[in-house]
């Protein structure tokens, strides 16, 4: 299988709202990029929009997010660190994480996890959106 793409974007795969819920997440977007039957693994493209925010949260499944589009930060474990195009973070399993974008652009992160994972346990922010 091979998903032709135009730069960071997917002709043919589906951009859906992910999660908009002011308070706890905000202005992200998704796209399932690969998900089959015959694997074990999903790959996903978010893009977070200035001023937008994942849910601060924790899980038993790791997953490992590239980063692919502007610049951003990443909450893990308790310490912020900043984040810029070619930046690898590996989300342990049962570590804090939330992903934020304070940039004038979007922040796009690719996201490779288990197809098959637990729900997230919502923490609540660490900042004041």
Request: hydrophobic content about 35%; overall charge negative; charged content about 30%.
């Amino acid at each position: 299988m091979i998903e032709k793409g135009l730069g960071l974007e997917w002709p043919g795969v589906e951009k859906t709202t992910y999660k908009n819920e002011e308070g706890q997440w905000q202005d992200v977007s998704r796209r399932v990029l690969f998900s089959s039957d015959r694997s074990k693994f999903e790959t996903r493209y978010f893009e977070i929009e200035p001023g937008g925010y994942t849910s601060h949260e924790k899980h038993q499944h790791e997953h490992c997010v590239v980063v692919m589009r502007g610049s951003g930060k990443v909450l893990l474990d308790g310490v912020w660190q900043d984040l810029v195009q070619g930046d690898v973070v590996h989300v342990g399993p049962m570590v804090a994480h939330q992903f934020m974008n304070e940039s004038d652009e979007a922040f796009g992160i690719l996201c490779i996890v288990d197809k098959e994972r637990d729900r997230p346990i919502l923490l609540g922010n660490e900042f004041e959106p």
